[in-house]
């Protein structure tokens, strides 16, 4: 079965600090990758998507991923982060049609 | 964007009880709806899938009779805990894809905590 593995739970970053996050999966054919965020209080919301062609995504909020396939890894970064992004983060795989396999989640915390 | 509602978002109830929670589409039809349940601390595990028409399907180790899941319309999953215990207690998420076939971006409800004492 397919795993997703974030190795960082909680990160501590202040203001204007560069992020990148990190997410490995196990499954070795065609995948479809996701990075969903969930703020204090709400639901997930998606952040960025890679289903095919150029392996650098873009996302909302000025974040990006990148896909290596050699590594089985899809790295979400941010140049300079904010308060504002303090929130759970959560890599997940499409594991067949449409089921989605959810890694651990990391924490980040933003300090002003 | 799509816009996926659960409710309750909150329900308290006794042990024995069975506790119903509903999952809506609300701007787009979802033939296929999932159920997810997130322990505290820890990431979203699947449930079920919901199929409109048909039978749900469940994940290894997810007790059918217990999780009764209905796909009543288009726009509605439910999903009941029957004689909830204790260890039912959790975080309940659906979603719900949009999108093109294989291709599908999920949509989250808000979820709904169920504390079962």
């Known amino acids: 079965a397919q795993s997703v593995s974030q190795h960082n739970h909680h990160v501590i970053l202040s203001e204007a600090a560069s992020l990148e996050l990190g997410c490995n999966y196990s499954y070795g054919g065609t995948v479809n990758l996701f990075w969903y965020v969930q703020y204090p209080g709400q639901h997930l919301q998606l952040l960025l998507k890679?289903?095919?062609?150029?392996?650098l995504v873009k996302g909302i909020k000025g974040f990006e991923a990148e896909f290596i396939k050699s590594k089985f890894s899809f790295n979400l970064r941010k140049p300079s982060v904010q308060w504002s992004d303090t929130a759970e983060y959560f890599c997940a795989v499409n594991e067949g049609f449409q089921k989605l396999v959810f890694g651990t989640g990391t924490r980040l915390l933003v300090s002003p | 964007g799509a816009v996926v509602s659960q409710h309750p978002s909150r329900v308290i109830c006794k042990s024995g009880t069975s506790v119903k929670i509903e999952c809506r589409s609300l701007d787009f039809q979802a033939t296929t709806m999932f159920w997810y349940r997130q322990f505290p601390k820890q990431s979203l595990m699947l449930m079920a899938t919901s199929n409109e028409g048909s039978k749900a399907t469940y994940e290894q180790g997810v007790e059918k009779d217990k999780f009764l899941i209905n796909h009543a319309s288009l726009t509605l999953s439910t999903l009941t805990v029957t004689s909830a215990h204790p260890e039912d207690s959790s975080f309940y998420i659906c979603s719900a894809p949009k999108g093109d076939e294989g291709t599908d971006t999920q949509y989250f409800g808000p979820g709904t905590r169920l504390t079962v004492l």
């Open positions: 890679y289903f095919s062609g150029d392996p």
